[in-house]
C-alpha cells in the first residue's frame, strides 16, 4: 500500500471593499489550529471589481505538517452532519484525484466556527494529497483522520 501525505494546503479569501478586511484575516486565522494562528502571514493582493470597487485577495500557503494539522482541524471542528455531507458528497469536492477543495463559511469561521458552505462567500481550501489517486481513496484517507476526532 502506498503512503498517503498531505504536502501542501492553499486558504484563499476575497475581502470586498464593504468588508473590514481585519475581520477578513481573522476569519481565515480562525481556520487554523490555535498554535499556528500567530505564526504564519497571510499575502495580500489587491484588484479591481467588474464595478471598479477595490477587492483584496487573501492567500495563506501551508506545507506538510502545517497543511495536515490544519486538515485535521477542520475536519475535526466540522459538527458530525457536516463531516458525513463531506464523505458523501466528496466527489464534488475532488479533482484530479490528489486534491481536495472546500468551501468554509467566511462569517462562522470569524465568529469562531468552521463549517462548510457551498455557495455565497467563503474561504477556499485547496489541498494536495500524495498518494491517492481516486475519490474512494480520497474517502479513506479522510475517514482515517476523522476518526480520530
Known sequence: MRQVKVLHMTLKVFSHATEDVGKVRQAVTNILPEHLRSRVELSEVVTKGHHGNEIRVLTLKLRKNE???????????????????????LDTRVGPPSHLYLRLSK???????IRLLDSGDVIKLATTIEGVTSV????????????VC
Open 107 to 113: 462569517q462562522d469561521a470569524y465568529r469562531g466556527s
Open 136 to 147: 474512494d481513496e480520497m474517502r479513506n484517507f479522510l475517514s482515517d483522520l476523522i476518526r
Open 67 to 89: 497543511a495536515l494539522e490544519t486538515l485535521k482541524h477542520v475536519l475535526c471542528s466540522l459538527s458530525e452532519v457536516e463531516r458525513n455531507i463531506l464523505i458523501a458528497t
